[in-house]
């Protein structure tokens, strides 16, 4: 009853323990244990302070220190510090519940992180999104950032072409989607950003369409095109809120004669001038033309 007593009690005392750092610095790996040990003075129970002294439990800290915190060691290139005083409250938040801090017996602790390889890697968003009628996404979805510093051995960094997120899915959309998506982790690398902001946007659509002639550009002197068909119908859609400008629109369906020598088959897929702004998708029918060079 006497030990169990005196354990219960509480004692100012000094505590050591080895450092696991946690941090982000550009070009160097992700975690180390300090070269040297932290040294706090504190009030801890007797408990606490024997699992301290006989390192059962409560020897070994993680601290996450933001890497601008950390200062190259003058001379080494994978060498750093960092000064105790300043993370103090990194330090009380690791020992809370277990230690009230009193005051630091170490100034400074050490560490090294061995410089690493990194890439810069596209993100790959995987989603699979379904709309409402008359609904639909303008353009792809967006991305911040779309590529991530991505870090690890050169033999993994070399073989690997984008970064993918886990899977989104999007049902019967009727508006713009927005929100925060963790990317898929890989063996034995590490990404310097662990999430992406997606924006997926989206309206309501209003389609129209119209058939026009193919008309040839470029064609020299003595040259005549002929075109099958020589008509195209041009189906597009705009916002719902610009469905005033489709009126009065006027289309051109063209074909240049460079296209056309160009083509092994002669068949070249015209270009639509005269759509509305903030048109959202064009599709013609048909979307490729035949054309043939006549001698006048």
């Keep these: 009853m006497w030990a169990i007593r005196n354990l219960s009690d509480y ?16 070009g160097h790996s992700a975690e180390a244990f300090s070269d040297n040990k932290l040294s706090v003075t504190g009030r801890a129970s007797g408990f606490y302070i024997l699992q301290n002294r006989l390192g059962i439990q409560g020897n070994l800290i993680t601290l996450s220190v933001p890497g601008y915190m950390l200062k190259p060691l003058s001379g080494t290139e994978d060498k750093f510090f960092f000064v105790v005083s300043e993370v103090r409250d990194i330090i009380t938040d690791a020992l809370s519940g277990h230690v009230e801090i009193e005051s630091f017996s170490s100034d400074t602790l050490y560490l090294t992180l061995p410089r690493q390889s990194h890439r810069n890697i596209p993100v790959a968003v995987d989603y699979k999104a379904s709309f409402k009628d008359q609904h639909m996404p303008v353009g792809k979805i967006k991305i911040s950032p779309s590529t991530v510093t991505v870090y690890g051995d050169i033999s993994l960094l070399q073989n690997i072409d984008s970064v993918r997120t886990k899977h989104l899915t999007f049902e019967r959309l009727s508006s713009t989607r927005s929100g925060i998506v963790e990317l898929l982790p890989v063996s034995g690398l590490r990404f310097e950003t662990k999430e992406i902001y997606y924006t997926l946007e989206v309206v309501r659509y209003v389609e129209n369409s119209t058939t026009i002639p193919v008309e040839s550009v470029n064609v020299p002197e003595g040259k005549y095109v002929k075109f099958f068909p020589n008509t195209v119908r041009v189906t597009y859609r705009i916002p719902f809120s610009n469905k005033q400008n489709r009126e009065n629109t006027i289309f051109v369906a063209t074909i240049d004669y460079k296209e056309i020598t160009a083509s092994i088959s002669n068949t070249v897929e015209p270009m639509v001038s005269g759509l509305p702004e903030n048109v959202l998708s064009v599709e013609l029918d048909p979307k490729f033309i035949k054309c043939k060079i006549i001698e006048q």
């Design 11 to 26: 004692y100012s005392v000094n505590l050591n323990y080895s450092v696991h750092v946690v941090t982000q610095k550009r």
